[in-house]
Structures are given as C-alpha cells and as structure tokens.
C-alpha cells in the first residue's frame, strides 16, 4: 500500500491538471464550432495523455536522482527515489508501464486517425523520457517551457481537435482556434514549470541542471512567469474574434480575480518551500480558466 501511495506522489497530482485542460479545452473547441464530439474518444485522447505526462513526471523523479540533481536543499515536495522510498530501477520500470499504458488507448485512435496520431504520441513518448534524459534532456538546457508551451498546448489541444473531427479544408478556422488556445493552455501550464524552477534555482545552478531560471535570474524568472499569464489575459479579444461564443463579461470576474492573486503570488513569494503553495494555486488557476471558457 505504501508503494502505491509513492508511485502516487511520483506522479505529482498538483501537475496533472497539465495533461487534462488540454483535452478539454479541445472538446471545448469543437464543440464551441457547433461539431459534434465523440466522448469515447475524449476520453481515449485524456487517458492516453494522462499516462504520459505521469511517465514524464516519474522519470524526471529518478533522471534527477541518478544526476544528483535533487540534494538535501531541495524545497520542493519529496522525491520518491532521492528519499530512498523507491529504487531507481524500480521508478524507471513504473515510467516504462505509464509509457506503455499510454499506447493502450491511443489504439483506437490510430486506427481512426492515422499516422499522423502515431507521429504525435512518438515524439510525447520521446520526450516523455527526453525532458530530463538522453544526451539532450531539455528540462537541464533551460527548454523545459518550451516543451511544456508545444505539447501540453499546441501539440495537445489541437491533437484532440484532430482526433474529434479529422482534417478537412473547412476546419481551418476551427485549427486556427484551437491554435490560440493552446498557446493560452501551454502558456498557463508553463507558469506552474517556471514556479518550480524559481524554487529550485540555487539548487539547479549548483548541480548544472541549466534551467530558465538559472540562466535567467530570480527576478528575470519571475518576469517569465508574470509574462506568460499577462500574454494569456492580453490575447483574449483575438480569440473572442475566432472562437464562437466567447462573450468577456462579468462572468470573467472570478478568474480575473484569481489571475491578479496568482500575479502576486509569483512576484512576492520567497523561492523556497512556501513556492509550493504558489504551484498549487497555478494549477488550480489553469482549471479555472478552462471552465471560464467554456462555460462563460
């Protein structure tokens, strides 16, 4: 029991929602453009994409260990191999099983869809392990929100519209949609990537994982972050203007509300174990921007 309790916190639940929104945002999408959406299918695209984000998440546990990247100064939650409660090999192999429970039900998908849904779920495998491994692990060359803005927002999200509704030359307004929202949706998630760092930063810049942060500074960090919610809110007109049914009313109010705490909570809160708090709050402010569009 306490094993399956590890793998669980391995797993960061606070980032999952990560691996959610997208789908949903993409269903949103659709749906928004008066196509109809397959459920089923929705929750193929969630399930398979839930899985990869916990392999991602799980081999970053053990990669960061093994590099000895996670030392007795970390601030951040405790990590299952560096604490002792999992080996590494042990962690590795519970990555390995998401990564493969990930191509269970994109099974479906491909034979709906095609190559290009094998193309996609490739390059997340791949990077699912090459965020923090591989002679090039992007998390350790300051690429981490990069990533995170292309596959947990473009990649995701317009992946979903493609899996729903096929390409066709008439869709292109709705791709050009889902386009924008996933840079919103991937903008979001990275906030809660670079809140991280912020946190980790002197511990990084000690054990040469050459985050954004480490390369950037505190406060310069801390401006990305700011930026990446700033950008979201200031393009919001554009996509009312492509996006049915959008209307900015009061409505907006609560995430609003919730996006000028976040703002504050970035800007003022010290980089060490008080960041997590602010990592939650980033996650539950991504949750809350997805209901807001597509309910408001």
């Known amino acids: 029991m306490k094993k399956l309790l590890f793998i669980f916190l391995a797993a960061r639940p606070k980032t999952l929602s990560a691996g959610i929104v997208p789908v949903w945002l993409g269903c949103m999408v659709v749906h928004r453009f008066g196509l109809p959406w397959d459920g089923r299918l929705a929750l193929f695209t969630l399930a398979s994409a839930l899985c990869l984000q916990i392999a991602c998440n799980i081999f970053n546990d053990a990669i960061d260990c093994d590099k000895k990247a996670d030392t007795s100064e970390r601030q951040g939650p405790v990590r299952m191999t560096a604490s002792g409660r999992l080996s590494s090999r042990a962690v590795h192999a519970i990555a390995l099983a998401f990564l493969a429970a990930a191509c269970v039900p994109a099974v479906p998908l491909i034979e709906l869809r095609g190559w290009p849904i094998v193309a996609i779920g490739a390059l ?148 060490d174990v008080r960041m997590n708090a602010v990592l939650g709050l980033a996650a539950f402010h991504l949750l809350l921007y997805a209901a807001t569009l597509t309910f408001v």
């Not at 760092?197 to 954004?212: P, Q, S």
């Not at 959008?246 to 109010?253: C, K, P, T, V």
């Open 124 to 271: 997340s495998m791949f990077f699912a392990y090459g965020y923090t491994g591989g002679p090039w692990p992007l998390a350790y060359k300051g690429l981490g929100e990069a990533f995170v803005i292309l596959f947990f927002g473009v990649a995701a999200v317009a992946g979903t519209v493609f899996v729903q509704i096929g390409w066709q030359e008439e869709f292109a307004r709705v791709y050009l949609a889902a386009l924008m929202v996933g840079v919103q949706c991937g903008m979001l998630s990275s906030v809660m990537i670079e809140v991280n760092n912020i946190r980790d930063r002197k511990e990084d810049a000690k054990t040469g994982k050459r985050t954004l942060a480490v390369r950037l500074g505190d406060a310069r960090a801390r401006g990305l972050a700011l930026s990446f919610v700033v950008a979201t809110y200031v393009t919001l007109p554009q996509l009312s203007r492509i996006l049915p049914g959008i209307s900015l009313n009061w409505g907006w109010l609560p995430l609003l509300a919730a996006a000028g705490f976040l703002l504050a909570k970035i800007n003022r809160t010290p980089a």
